[in-house]
C-alpha cells in the first residue's frame, strides 16, 4: 500500500493527498480487527454485536465508532489479558508537544484537518489515539467520502497527512506484533506465511498436526492466536480484502454475502456473511438451562431444568447411565452424539430419578446451549455459561457459600475446592450441559478433570470429544420401538396418525437413522402438506437445521477429516475402509493421516464405523449428516477430488448394512469385474489395479484375485501374476493355496527353477499334504532326468537330503506311488539299499504297482543304477 502512496506522490498532490486518505482508511481497518480480535467470547456476544454491524457498515466512520465501543464500551471487560498493553497504546493520553509516537499522529492529523476545513474539532492539551481513529473519519467524510477539496489544501494537507499516518504505522505495536497467514495442509500441518513481526516462535505448527486453527489471518497476542475477523488473503499473501459493507441478504440467510475491497489494487470480491445472520440483540435463555436457584427435588438440592416434554423412554441407556452416576468408579461421565440426538433429554431423564434417591447432596446444571433445537426449527439462544470464571460464578450464585462475602474470595479456587472435596454427606453432581460450546472446552475439560474426586461426580453432554480420562456413553438414533412410539406420540399430537401407514414409518427410520429431532421436524412438515411426503425430499429445504446439527462439529475438522467426510457424503452407501483409503492414495491426492482424520469423525458423531468377522471396518455416514455433507461439497475447493475419488470407490460396489456380515470379498470381485470389463474395451485400468493392490496390502485373498485376472491376460501379464502372488506370501507365507497357484503361474511361464523352489516350499510346510511332498520329489527326478536344470553338486545333494528327510519322516502316509519316488531320491543319493528297502515295502503294499515294478526290475538288472 505505501508503494501506492510513493507513486502517486509523483503524479500529482491531489492524487497522493487521496492515496494516504486510502492508506489510513486501511490503518483504522486493520486496527479494529486486530483490536476485535482481542475481546473473547462472552454470554452477551459483545465481539459478535460489532462485527454484524461492520458487515452491514456504510463507511469509515462505522469503523471508528466500532473501535471505540470496543475499548470502551462492555466490549472492554472480555479483552484478552495477553491485549491488555496494545489496546493501553490506544487509550492512553498524551500531552500536546510530547514525543510520542501517539502525539505525533495526532498533532499532524488535527494540523491536516484544519488546512482541510477548520470546523473540524482540534487536538485538546490531552487526548488519546482513539481522537485520531474519530477524526481521521470526520475528514474521509469532508473529502473523500463527502466534498471536494482544492488543489492547495491536498497540497499543503499531505504532508501533515503522511507524518501522521506514518506514525501510526510504524508505531503502533498492534501492527508490528506477529500477523500470519495460516493454512492447515491435509496432513494436519500448518504453513505460515509471515505478514508482520517475528513469526518464529510459531514455527512448531510446521511440524505439529495436534492444532486446531481456521485458514486465515492471525494475529499473536503473545503466545496466543486468534484469527482476525473480517479481513481476508490467501497463503501467498497476494493481496488484502477487508469488509467494505455492500451486505446482500440470501435467501433465509443462506448465501448471505458482504462485499470485501482491496485497499491495495481496488478490486472487490464477495465473502460468505452466514455467521452473521442473527441480529444481536439480547437472545432468550435456552429451554433447558437450569433455575437460578437449588431447590429440594426428591432428596437432593437441584437446579435441573424439567424433564423434556413427549420425552420417549430409552431404558438401555437409561439404565446405563443411571448406574454410571451411582457408581464410585468413574469421576467424568461423557454422553456424546450428533446434534438432537437426545443427549440432553436422556439427561434430564436420569438426573431427576437420581434426585429421587438422595445419593447426591446437590445437583448442579450449567448450560453452554447457543440453539434450541425446536421442532419449529432451530432458534438461537443466549448461553448461561461459557467460560470457567461463568460455571465458577454461577457455582457460587447456588451454593451461597458464607465466605464468598469475605475479600479477595475466588470463586475459581472455591469451585475447585468443591469438586475435589470427599465428603460422603456433600457429595456433587455437576452437569455441564452442551460442552462443546463453551468457549474453551478441552481447557475447561482439564480444569475440571484434575480437580474432581470421587464421590463427586461430573456429567457431560457433548457432541465433540477431544479429550481422555472420561467413561464415554455413545448415544446414537433410537432403536425401533422407541423410535415408532415416538413417530406415533407425535403424530397423536399433530393428529396425523391417518396419514401414516407402516411401511412409510420403517422407511422414516431407514432414512433418518432413529434420530429423534428430524423426525419431530419431518412429522410437522407432513401435517403442513397435509400429505406424508416421499422419503427423498425430506431433507428438502432443511439446510438450517442441518446447518445447526454439523457446522460446529465440521468447523474443527482438520482438513484431512472434512476431506474424507465430503467423500463419504457424497455416496449413498456404505463404504468398506479400505476403498476408501484406495482412493485416498491416488496419485493427484496429498499425503492424509486417513486414520486420524476417521478418528475425529467418529469421535464426533459424523460417521459410524462397522466391523466384520475379519475385523474389515465398512464406514457408514448417517443420512442426516450425509445430506450436510453434501450442501457443504457443493461449495468446497475439495469438490473436483471428492468427485473423482467418489467415482473409484463406487467401482467397488453398492453395500448395505446387511452386507458387512460377508465382508471384503464381494467387493473385491465386484472391483475385478469392473477391470476386466475395462481391458475388454480396451480402455485404462491403472487406476482400478492400484486401487485393488492397496486393498490387497490389508486384505491379503485379494493378490490371489489379482493374480487370476493378470492370468487371463496376455502372455505379458503372466509375469504379473507371479508377482501379485509373491506379494501376497511377503504377507502371508504359510498360504497353501497361494504356494499352489505360483506353482501353476510357473508352470505356465516355463520356469522349471522357480516352481521347483515353490514346490520345495510348500513340501516343507508343517501338515501340508503328503502327495505336496511326493509331487516335488517327482518335479525334482523330473528335472534330473530331462537335465532341465544342473545344479552344484552340494546344492543338489542338500535337496535331495531334504526332500528324502520330509518323505520318509511321513512314509506311513505314502501311497505305493509316492513310494517309488522315495526310492528314486534314495537313488540319486547312491543309498541302493535304502531304495531296495522302500521299494520292497511298496510291493508289499501293492505288488502290481507300475512304478514299482519297474524300479525293482532295474535294481535287479543294475544294483548300482541311479
Known amino acids: ?394 457455582f457460587v450464585g447456588l451454593m451461597n457459600p458464607a465466605e464468598s462475602k469475605v475479600k479477595g474470595f475466588k470463586a475459581v479456587d472455591y469451585l475447585a475446592n468443591a469438586l475435589a472435596e470427599r465428603d460422603e454427606s456433600r457429595r456433587l453432581l455437576l452437569v455441564f450441559d452442551n460442552f462443546e460450546t463453551a468457549s474453551h472446552p478441552l481447557e475447561l475439560y482439564q480444569f475440571i478433570d484434575s480437580h474432581v474426586r470421587c464421590p463427586n461426580k461430573v456429567l457431560i453432554t457433548t457432541r465433540m470429544r477431544d479429550f481422555k480420562a472420561d467413561f464415554p456413553v455413545e448415544i446414537r438414533g433410537m432403536k425401533r420401538v422407541e423410535f415408532e412410539d415416538l413417530v406415533m406420540s407425535t403424530s397423536r399430537k399433530l393428529g396425523i396418525e391417518d396419514l401414516l401407514t407402516v411401511s412409510y414409518v420403517e422407511s422414516l427410520y431407514d432414512e433418518t437413522d432413529g434420530h429423534p429431532y428430524f423426525v419431530k421436524i419431518l412429522l410437522g412438515d407432513t401435517k403442513r402438506e397435509g400429505k406424508a411426503i416421499p422419503v427423498g425430499r425430506l431433507f428438502l429445504n432443511k439446510e438450517d437445521s442441518l446447518r445447526a446439527l454439523f457446522e460446529r462439529s465440521y468447523g474443527v475438522l482438520s482438513p484431512a477429516a472434512q476431506r474424507v467426510f465430503l467423500t463419504l457424503s457424497n455416496w449413498r452407501s456404505l463404504v468398506p475402509r479400505l476403498a476408501l483409503e484406495a482412493a485416498l492414495i491416488r496419485p493427484q491426492n496429498e499425503n492424509m493421516d486417513v486414520d486420524d482424520a476417521l478418528s475425529q469423525l467418529e469421535r464426533y458423531s459424523m460417521i459410524e464405523v462397522l466391523t466384520d468377522d475379519d475385523g474389515s471396518q465398512f464406514l457408514r455416514t448417517p443420512m442426516t449428516a450425509a445430506f450436510f455433507g453434501q450442501s457443504k461439497l457443493k461449495v468446497s475447493p475439495f469438490r473436483p477430488l471428492v468427485l473423482a475419488d467418489t467415482q473409484l470407490i463406487q467401482q467397488f460396489g453398492p453395500m448395505q448394512v446387511t452386507d458387512v456380515s460377508k465382508g471384503m470379498l464381494p467387493r473385491i470381485e465386484r472391483m475385478i469385474r469392473v477391470i476386466a470389463s475395462l481391458r475388454q474395451s480396451g480402455k485404462d485400468y491403472q487406476p482400478q489395479i492400484r486401487a485393488l493392490e492397496y486393498v490387497a496390502g490389508r486384505y491379503p485373498e485379494a493378490w490371489l484375485r489379482i493374480a487370476d485376472f493378470h492370468l487371463e491376460g496376455s502372455r505379458d501379464d503372466w509375469d504379473k501374476a507371479r508377482t501379485s502372488i509373491e506379494r501376497l506370501l511377503e504377507l502371508d507365507e504359510t498360504n497353501v493355496s497361494a504356494w499352489r497357484k505360483l506353482i501353476y503361474v510357473n508352470q505356465r511361464l516355463g520356469d522349471p527353477l522357480q516352481e521347483l523352489n515353490a514346490r520345495i516350499v510348500l513340501a516343507e510346510m508343517p501338515d501340508v499334504d503328503y502327495w505336496e511332498i511326493a509331487n ?91
Not at 474519530?134 to 501533515?160: Q, Y
Not at 486465515?216 to 486468534?226: D, N, Q, S
Open 776 to 866: 516335488a520329489a517327482s518335479f525334482f527326478a523330473h528335472t534330473q532326468r530331462n537335465q532341465s536344470l544342473q545344479f552344484d553338486p552340494e546344492v543338489r545333494a542338500m535337496m535331495i537330503s531334504n526332500l528324502t528327510h520330509l518323505m520318509e519322516s511321513r512314509k506311513s502316509e505314502a501311497t505305493p506311488t509316492e513310494l517309488s519316488r522315495l526310492a528314486w531320491l534314495y537313488l540319486y543319493s547312491k543309498d541302493v539299499a535304502k531304495a531296495n528297502e522302500v521299494v520292497t515295502e511298496g510291493l508289499q503294499r501293492d505288488p502290481t504297482n507300475p512304478h514299482l515294478v519297474k524300479l525293482d526290475e532295474k535294481l535287479r538288472e543294475s544294483p548300482d543304477v541311479n
Open 1 to 394: 500500500m505505501w508503494e501506492r502512496v510513493e507513486q502517486s506522490k509523483q503524479d500529482s498532490d491531489v492524487a497522493y493527498f487521496h492515496d494516504l486518505m486510502l492508506l489510513g482508511e486501511f490503518l483504522v481497518k486493520l486496527l479494529t480487527s486486530a483490536v476485535l480480535a482481542s475481546v473473547g467470547n462472552d454470554r452477551d456476544r459483545q465481539r459478535y454485536k460489532l462485527e454484524y454491524q461492520l458487515v452491514r457498515a456504510d463507511g469509515i466512520g462505522d469503523w471508528s465508532r466500532a473501535l471505540e465501543e470496543a475499548i470502551s464500551g462492555p466490549a472492554n471487560a472480555h479483552i484478552l489479558p495477553e491485549a491488555r498493553p496494545l489496546v493501553r497504546e490506544l487509550t492512553e493520553n498524551f500531552l500536546t508537544g510530547e514525543a510520542s509516537w501517539q502525539r505525533v499522529a495526532i498533532d499532524n492529523l488535527s494540523a491536516a484537518c484544519q488546512e482541510i476545513d477548520s470546523d473540524i474539532e482540534q487536538a485538546t492539551r490531552k487526548t488519546n489515539l482513539q481522537w485520531w481513529v474519530r477524526n481521521f473519519a470526520t475528514l474521509r467524510n469532508r473529502t473523500r467520502g463527502h466534498g471536494a477539496i482544492t488543489i492547495r489544501k491536498c497540497s499543503t494537507a499531505a504532508p501533515l497527512l503522511e507524518v501522521s499516518v506514518l506514525s501510526l504505522m510504524t508505531g503502533c505495536a498492534a501492527l508490528s506484533i506477529p500477523w500470519i497467514y495460516l493454512h492447515r495442509n491435509i496432513s494436519g500441518k500448518y504453513r505460515l506465511s509471515a505478514i508482520s513481526g517475528d513469526s518464529s516462535d510459531f514455527s512448531y505448527l510446521k511440524s505439529e498436526k495436534d492444532h486446531a486453527y481456521a485458514d486465515g489471518i492471525h494475529i499473536a497476542f503473545e503466545e496466543k492466536l486468534v484469527r482476525l475477523p473480517l479481513i481476508h488473503s490467501d497463503v501467498d499473501i497476494h493481496d488484502f480484502y477487508i469488509a467494505n459493507g455492500g451486505y446482500r441478504e440470501g435467501k433465509g440467510g443462506s448465501g448471505s454475502t458482504y462485499e470485501a475491497l482491496s485497499y491495495i489494487t481496488d478490486t472487490r470480491r464477495r465473502e460468505s456473511a452466514e455467521s452473521y445472520q442473527t441480529p444481536p440483540n439480547l437472545l432468550p435463555p435456552s429451554e433447558t438451562e437450569g433455575y437460578p436457584d437449588l431447590d429440594l427435588e426428591g432428596k437432593s438440592f437441584a437446579n435441573i431444568p424439567p424433564s423434556l416434554k413427549d420425552y420417549i423412554k430409552r431404558p438401555d441407556l437409561e439404565s446405563e447411565v443411571l448406574s454410571l452416576l451411582q457408581d464410585d468408579r468413574h469421576p467424568v461421565v461423557t454422553l456424546v452424539g450428533r446434534g438432537g440426538i437426545g443427549k440432553t433429554s436422556l439427561a434430564l431423564e436420569v438426573l431427576h430419578r437420581v434426585a429421587q434417591t438422595g445419593h447426591y447432596f446437590a445437583i448442579l446444571w450449567f448450560s453452554s446451549r447457543d440453539i434450541d433445537l425446536l421442532p419449529s426449527g432451530p432458534k438461537p439462544v443466549r448461553p448461561a455459561v461459557l467460560s470457567k470464571e461463568d460455571i465458577a460464578k454461577q
